[in-house]
Every structure is written in structure tokens, then in C-alpha cells.
């Protein structure tokens, strides 16, 4: 067990001792449960020690942490991290959630990796080019070893590859979309080459953040039940034990390629609760954990064990408005929503600080974002003189919202609707939805389905502008609620554009066009907000990633 | 009517209940806002990536066939795969049980060895500080919702005087068992399923602790006034039984929620969050089932304790 106690509190390990007394003197408590509990020992043994799939494999690597860990034990650094949820299964192409994303990449990794501002980075290729417009060549890293001591080949990469974009690979996995559309992927001389259909302007941008590589033969010998339950990567950490839904633990990986981490043991859990989770913080049982609310900031800030550690997050925030319903089919109502809201004022005082204000879709780490693009400044006045020249005065409209989707979400759309409601010839009020609900009116591919007007988050993991405009803003997106020929035109040049720079400028223009435009009531760029505890060193990544390898005894 | 056909009696009763819990499950899934693709697969996924999710996770075939081959499949003990965990949902589902059994029985033994005295003492020393203490305790103990009194624990035992771990189940019961003979150190592992044990089975406990104080309570003072009350005052008891269950399991739903307590409960939530509906099903037909056993057995051996009720 990786309890992650290594520091020296005193008080605490007296009042344990204490504990222990007072709970054994529960009126003869611990007699009466054993006894209690010899009753129960079969389902028991089978169902929490070893679940009978991986009892062989499990045994083998329980054997290899105990050794390790003997001779180890001098620098012994043990990291905790408690998340909201836990994984969904441990198979790193068959999912599309950031926790279990979180889980599986401790020890899988991608060819490209990011570097704690979300720049690039080398990974298992050590060289990218684009050899021709549609044609990508990766150079694979020498002497990487899969956990299980295989050596990583071309042809893993290119099953990898494979795997994630084509259904008749093993899955239909959720993450297809991720690496571009594909034509065909070459395995070669400790190289790959894929293929796309189409440019893919920003391939390298999606290989940094998506594409775990897995072993072909180890996928292919091994059941759906096995891979979810087991990892057999290449990353800095190998799974030493998989309690589904409970915890995951793992040793650092000492044969590793890159720096051998120096967190010998990491273990990940979860609580939906948010107190629960900042409570194992300041008792010390977990040195990070993540999504801090507000209210319990202080909390935190105001213990001698933890502190807080904000980062802007690659999630944005916003109102969107339908282009064909009135009144938001009308532009100049559009921006009197926009000049109406006073998001300075929500990120200050709903979200204590914890954001920070946009004005376009494109976030400003992000490649596109338009510098000269001011955010709409708050100013009634103008929002209530714009309304009467849109010839909607007195319109009534609602807010559609998702409960407990994002940090805040009803307390912003309250907030939000409550100045536009304030203008004297708009009325606003909000209506909550459960996410799973509003979602299904939103991915029908009808625009006729999806609300008038909602609260929605969009992640963006790559870094690139356009891959939050084609999607949501775009008429042939999936989500989209915007039809503009001019948007179209300028997405479609920039997405054939082969010179980076050249794409960048019709990205930022689009940015500014879509400021113009007001599709959205631009909100804000939501941080993430870590607990962690003073003992240990650790940068968190905007884009969600623990990466646990980095963190250092403080 | 003969004991034994009262047991079939209770029993085929049982059957029907099973059968209707398994039925209301089943078409709960259709009920309920949001499709299980949504859990699965990103916003922005093509249709086409939506349909081949569908095609995985069995929602293209109509209605009746899907329940049908549910119901076909559950006689076999089959219910079913998880495609968002990508794990048989039987085996996922039963190794949840054990933490939950733990919990419920570290609560009930909470239970009985707190109010029996509680109740004795209340009930030999009546209108007395003591009786009134015990009674003032049951009353609290009543009305105090699990959650809260399980989140007060954590905040001043756990995090401000570091007694207890807040939340989560190092080890099993049955570890600290093995740990006898094992390789671990016993009082270690004791120590450490103590940490994590004692607090939820205080929160999930109290309220059956102040419910059976109160009963202990009454039963002996019925005792010691007229002792021919005491066979009338019997019939209660299945009644206190009832509520017990009932009571025992939806509060363990809320407490293993509190503590993260990796267990049935746990599991029927973050179910519900994924839209994993075989999961769901599973450990809904699990927990109905168990409940209809227990039952079916309370009542069994009640008609052995007492005929008349055969008759009844």
C-alpha cells in the first residue's frame, strides 16, 4: 500500500496510535467483525485480493514491487493523487475521458509528448516531418522497451495508429477523430508513415496529444477483460496493482528510456466529492488532488500541510446562441448580449479569481489566438441601445445550462442571466438541465434540437484554434449553431494551408471576424485548480494532465 | 397451510418480486435522459463514430429483443459486458459485494453492541438522568442523516486530529484475518482496516443503534411490568426488521458515497455518471435480490419461531 505517509508528523502519528486504542475499545468491535467477517472469506478472497483474470500476471509484478522496494526503500518518494472519478478500464485507446486518460498515461505513452506550457515535446519519435502535404514520417526513439521487456517496433506504432482510426482493428474506439483522418499507415525502418486523406495541417499538434502506443502482439494475445485491467506501455511508471473503481497503483519504471522518475510509488484514486477529496489533502493522505472549489480554497490556503495551485486550463467557457432562431439570428443583439454580461466581475466573484476573460473562441496559449482582439468591455448602456437598433426589445429569452458540468457553471449562467435580465428591455432567466440531457439535444446533428441558448465548456487538448471553431462554429460541425460562408472559407483555407505562419494569420482573422460576429457570449478560460501538498514539488499542465513522473520531494 | 407451503409460497413471491425488479431495470435505461453514446464517445464525434458505439454497446436491436436476450442471458448468471469498462459486469459486480457486506455487518455489530446496554440501562434506571440521556441520544441519533454525521466525523476525527483516514478501504476484513498466518504484520493491518472502517460503520450505524435502543428499551420494560406483553410485542419485531434493511441499504448507498468506500454503492453511482447501464442493472438486480433473500429468510424463520403466522 502506497499511503504516501512519508513525512514526519509527529502529532499525527501519536493521535494514530491514540485512534487505533479508542477504535479497538469500540466495545469489543474488532473480535466480533473478525469473527464477522471468516463467514464472508470465500467471495472475499476471490473478490478483492486478485480478481481470477489477472491473478497470474498480478502475482508476477506484486513480486517485482516487493523487491524493488526492498532495495529502494533509502529514497522511498510515495505520491498520492485523488481525482474526481476513476477510469473507465485501463485500455488507452478505448476511451475519451480525462481521468481515465490521466490513469492510462502514467505508463503509456504517445509519440509526441507536452512540456508544462503545452509546447511539443519528443516522446517515442525523437523526429517529425511532413514529407509531402498529406504525408507525415515519425522517427521512433531507439532502445524503448514495453514494460513487459519487448522492444517497441514500427509496426507496434503503426497497429497503435491503426487501431485508434480503423473500426476493423480490434475497436471502434471513441478517440478516432483524434489523429486526423487517415488513408494508411506504413511501418518502416524505425520509422512510420501515415498517410491522411486531406492536408491535416496540424498533425503534429494532435500526435503531441493523442495516440498511445501499444504492443500489437500483447493486444492481440489478450482479451477486452485483460487489457482494461492491465497496462504493458512504455511510460515512466509500471502498474503494480488494479483495483477497478477503487485505486490504481504504480512503481516508477527504472529501465525507463527518459529520467527515471523520482517518485518511487504513485497511487491514483478518486472521490466525487470535492470536501472529500481537499479533506484527504489536509489529513495528508493524498499530496495532489485536483478541481479545488472556491469555497474551499481558503481552506486550503488557510492549512500548514497544502496549498493551492491554479493553472489556466485549455477549457473555455461560453453562452451560444443559434444563428437561425430569433432573436439571436440578429447580430447587433448577439454583441448587446455580449457588451450586457460583466465577466470580470463573474470570474472575480463567482469564481474567486480562478479565470480569466476571453473576447474570441481561440484561447491566448493557443496557435491563432488574435492579440489585437479586446475582450467586449462591460457597458449597458450600449447593450440596451444595440437591442432596440436588433428591433428586439423586449425579447424574453433562456438560458440553458449544465448542473455541476463545469467549476460553477449555474452560478455563472445565474450571474450571467441575471444582467442581461437587468437591461430594461431584455428579459433572461436560466434554466438548468442535466448535462447528460442537454448533451443529447446538442449531438443530434440538428440544429433544430439543440437549445436557443446555452452555457457550454469545450476543451481543447491540441492547442490549435481550429479545432474548437470547426466543431462548434463551422456549418459542417457536429455542434455547430453558426452558418457563415466567410467563417467556412477562411477555416477551409487555413485547414489547406501547408505554411504554419501563413495558417496562423487566417486563424487569427477568423478570431477577429468572430468576435465581430458574437456567435457566443465570450466568458471565460477556466483554470484548474490543484491542492498540493508543501512536501512535494509539482507543476501542474493546463491541459488536465497529472504528469506525476515530474513531481519532486520538496 | 403446511411450513413447507408457506417457504414455497415466499419463495415463488420472491421469484415474482426479482423478476419485476429485473423487468423495472431493464426499462429505467429508456426512461432516463441521456444515451449511454454520450458517456462514450466525445462531443464532437461523427455520427459515424456514434453508430459503430451504438452497434458495441447493443442499443441498434429493437425493444423486446434487447430484453429478451437480457433476461436469457441473467438466468444464465450473465449480465452482460461493459463496454465503457470494457469488463464482464457479473464479476465486476460481485467484487463489490464483500466491501458492502463488510460495511453493513461492521455497522449492525456498531449497532447491537451500543444499544443493548443503552436500551438495558435506559429501561432498568427509567426517568432517571441516564434514561434520559440514552433516550435524548436515540432521538439524535434518529434524526441525524447519515451523510452529515459522516462528514462531521471526517472533519474533526480525520482531518483536524488525524485519527482516522477520511475516506477510501485500504484493506479487507478478511486481510487482517489472513495477516494472522500472512506475511503482513496483523496489528498493522488492523490498525490500518480500523482507520478506515470505524467511521462509516458509526455513520451508517447510528441510527439502527438509536432505533434498537429504543425497542430494547420498551421490550424490557414490557418485561418488567407484565410479563405475558411480551409474546404480543414479538409481532413488532419484523415490522423494526423491515425498516432495518430497508434502511441498512439505501443509507450504505449515502455513507460508502461520504467515505468512498469502494462498494456496491460506490459502484451504482459512478454507474449512473457513466451511463454504464449493464452496471447499473447488475448491481440494482444484485442489491433487489439480496434484499428479497433476506426476506424470504426473516420470514422463514419467523414461521418457525411463531406457526400462527403460516396461517396468517
Redesign the interface.
Known amino acids: 500500500?502506497t499511503?504516501g505517509h512519508e513525512d514526519g508528523?509527529s502529532?499525527?502519528k501519536y493521535?494514530?496510535a491514540?485512534?487505533?486504542a479508542?477504535?479497538?475499545a469500540?466495545?469489543?468491535?474488532?473480535g466480533?467483525?473478525?469473527e464477522?467477517?471468516?463467514t464472508?472469506?470465500p467471495?472475499?478472497?476471490?473478490?478483492?485480493?486478485d480478481?481470477?483474470?489477472e491473478e497470474s500476471m498480478d502475482t508476477e509484478t506484486e513480486t517485482e514491487a516487493e523487491e524493488s522496494t526492498e532495495t529502494e526503500a533509502s529514497d522511498e518518494f510515495s505520491v498520492t493523487v485523488t481525482m474526481g472519478?476513476?477510469d473507465?478500464?485501463l485500455?488507452p485507446q478505448?476511451?475519451?475521458e480525462t481521468n481515465t486518460n490521466i490513469i492510462v498515461s502514467q505508463g503509456y505513452e504517445g509519440l509526441m509528448d507536452r512540456d508544462k506550457q503545452g509546447g511539443i515535446v519528443a516522446a517515442l519519435a525523437t523526429d517529425w516531418e511532413r514529407v509531402e502535404p498529406g504525408v507525415a514520417r515519425f522517427t521512433l526513439r531507439e532502445g524503448v522497451n514495453f514494460h513487459n521487456g519487448d522492444p517497441l517496433t514500427a509496426e507496434d506504432v503503426a497497429y497503435s495508429i491503426r487501431r485508434i482510426f480503423f473500426?476493423d482493428v480490434g475497436?471502434?474506439s471513441?478517440?478516432?477523430?483524434d489523429l486526423g483522418a487517415i488513408d494508411s499507415v506504413e511501418p518502416g525502418d524505425g520509422e512510420v508513415t501515415v498517410n491522411f486523406q486531406g492536408l491535416n495541417p496540424i498533425v503534429f499538434q494532435l500526435f503531441a496529444t493523442n495516440g498511445e502506443i501499444v504492443q500489437k502482439s500483447w493486444i492481440q494475445s489478450n482479451g477486452?477483460?485483460f487489457?482494461?485491467?492491465n497496462i504493458n506501455g512504455t511510460g515512466p511508471f509500471r502498474l503494480t496493482e488494479y483495483?477497478?473503481?477503487?485505486?490504481v497503483s504504480f512503481e516508477r519504471n527504472t529501465e525507463y528510456w527518459g529520467e527515471v522518475p523520482e517518485v518511487t510509488d504513485a497511487t491514483l484514486?478518486?472521490?466525487?466529492?470535492s470536501?472529500?477529496r481537499v479533506?484527504?489533502l489536509?489529513?495528508?493522505?493524498s499530496e495532489i488532488v485536483t478541481n479545488v472549489p472556491p469555497q474551499e480554497v481558503s481552506r486550503v490556503e488557510g492549512s500548514d500541510v497544502a496549498s493551492i495551485n491554479p493553472v489556466p486550463s485549455t477549457r473555455i467557457i461560453f453562452l451560444q446562441m443559434r444563428y437561425d432562431v430569433e432573436p439571436f439570428s440578429n447580430q447587433q443583439f448577439r454583441q448587446a448580449l455580449n457588451y450586457a454580461v460583466d465577466v470580470p466581475s463573474i470570474v472575480e466573484n463567482v469564481l474567486n479569481g480562478f479565470g480569466s476573460v476571453t473576447g474570441q473562441p481561440t484561447l491566448e496559449q493557443f496557435t491563432g489566438y488574435n492579440p489585437d482582439v479586446e475582450p467586449y468591455p462591460h457597458d449597458p448602456a450600449q447593450a440596451e441601445q444595440l437591442v432596440e437598433e436588433s428591433g428586439f426589445a423586449g425579447a424574453e429569452i433562456t438560458l440553458e445550462t449544465p448542473i455541476g458540468r463545469y467549476l460553477k457553471d449555474v452560478e455563472v449562467a445565474q450571474a450571467a442571466a441575471s444582467q442581461i435580465d437587468s437591461l430594461s428591455n431584455v428579459s433572461c432567466e436560466v434554466r438548468q438541465r442535466?448535462?447528460?440531457?442537454l448533451?443529447?439535444d446538442?449531438?443530434t446533428?440538428n440544429i433544430e434540437d439543440k437549445p436557443n441558448f446555452n452555457l457550454l465548456g469545450?476543451g481543447n487538448g491540441e492547442f490549435d484554434g481550429a479545432q474548437t471553431i470547426i466543431?462548434l462554429l463551422t456549418s459542417q460541425?457536429?455542434?455547430t449553431i453558426l452558418k457563415n460562408d466567410e467563417v467556412d472559407s477562411m477555416i477551409e483555407e487555413a485547414q489547406n494551408e501547408p505554411d504554419p505562419d501563413a495558417r496562423e494569420d487566417i486563424l487569427q482573422e477568423t478570431n477577429a471576424l468572430l468576435h465581430d460576429l458574437a456567435p457566443w457570449v465570450f466568458m471565460h478560460q477556466q483554470f484548474s485548480v490543484y491542492g498540493v501538498a508543501n512536501d512535494v514539488s509539482w507543476q501542474p499542465r493546463p491541459d488536465e494532465f497529472i504528469d506525476i513522473d515530474t513531481a519532486s520531494p520538496n | 397451510m403446511s411450513q413447507g407451503r408457506f417457504v414455497a409460497k415466499r419463495t415463488l413471491q420472491g421469484v415474482g418480486v426479482v423478476w419485476g425488479v429485473v423487468t423495472i431495470v431493464f426499462l429505467l435505461r429508456f426512461i432516463t435522459p441521456g444515451s449511454a453514446i454520450n458517456a462514450v464517445a466525445p462531443l464532437d464525434a461523427t455520427q459515424e463514430t456514434r453508430e459503430a458505439i451504438a452497434r458495441e454497446l447493443g442499443l441498434s436491436k429493437p425493444l423486446y429483443v434487447q430484453y429478451g436476450e437480457y433476461l436469457f442471458d441473467l438466468v444464465q448468471g450473465n449480465m452482460g459486458f461493459s463496454y465503457i469498462r470494457g469488463q464482464e459486469v457479473t464479476s465486476l459486480v460481485f467484487s463489490k459485494v464483500p466491501a458492502t457486506v463488510e460495511l453493513a455487518v461492521a455497522a449492525t455489530v456498531v449497532a447491537i453492541v451500543l444499544s443493548i446496554p443503552l436500551g438495558v440501562v435506559s429501561a432498568t434506571r427509567r426517568n432517571q438522568p441516564v434514561d434520559w440521556l440514552a433516550t435524548l441520544f436515540s432521538l439524535a441519533g434518529i434524526s441525524t442523516p447519515n451523510f452529515w454525521l459522516g462528514i462531521m466525523m471526517i472533519l474533526v476525527l480525520a482531518v483536524q486530529l488525524g485519527i482516522f483516514q477520511t475516506s477510501g478501504r485500504a484493506v479487507a476484513g478478511v486481510t487482517v484475518l489472513t495477516s494472522l498466518v500472512g506475511p503482513r504484520s496483523f496489528l498493522d493491518t488492523l490498525v490500518l482496516w480500523l482507520q478506515h472502517i470505524t467511521l462509516p460503520a458509526i455513520a451508517l450505524g447510528t441510527y439502527f443503534t438509536a432505533l434498537i435502543t429504543r425497542l430494547t428499551r420498551s421490550g424490557m420494560l414490557d418485561e418488567l411490568g407484565k410479563p405475558y406483553v411480551r409474546a404480543a410485542r414479538a409481532k413488532g419485531l419484523p415490522e423494526t426488521l423491515v425498516r432495518y434493511k430497508r434502511t441498512l441499504i439505501g443509507g450504505a448507498v449515502i455513507t460508502e458515497a461520504v467515505f468512498s468506500w469502494p462498494g456496491l454503492g460506490t459502484l451504482v453511482i459512478r454507474s449512473i455518471n457513466l451511463r454504464d447501464w449493464p452496471v447499473l442493472q447488475g448491481s440494482l438486480i444484485v442489491i433487489g435480490t439480496s434484499f428479497v433473500l433476506v426476506n424470504i429468510v426473516v420470514d422463514v424463520v419467523y414461521a418457525y419461531l411463531d406457526p400462527r403466522v403460516v396461517n396468517e
Open positions: 500500500m499511503d508528523v502529532r499525527r493521535l494514530t491514540a485512534g487505533t479508542a477504535a479497538a469500540f466495545a469489543g468491535c474488532a466480533d467483525t473478525g464477522a467477517g471468516a464472508e472469506s467471495t472475499e478472497a476471490g473478490g478483492d485480493e480478481t481470477p483474470t472519478q476513476m473507465s478500464g485500455d478505448d476511451h475519451a473500426n475497436i471502434a471513441p478517440q478516432k477523430n477486452s477483460d487489457i482494461n485491467s483495483d477497478s473503481g477503487n485505486q484514486n478518486a472521490s466525487s466529492e470536501s472529500t479533506n484527504r489536509l489529513a495528508e493522505e442535466e448535462f447528460s440531457s448533451v443529447q446538442l449531438t446533428g469545450w466543431p460541425g457536429s455542434l
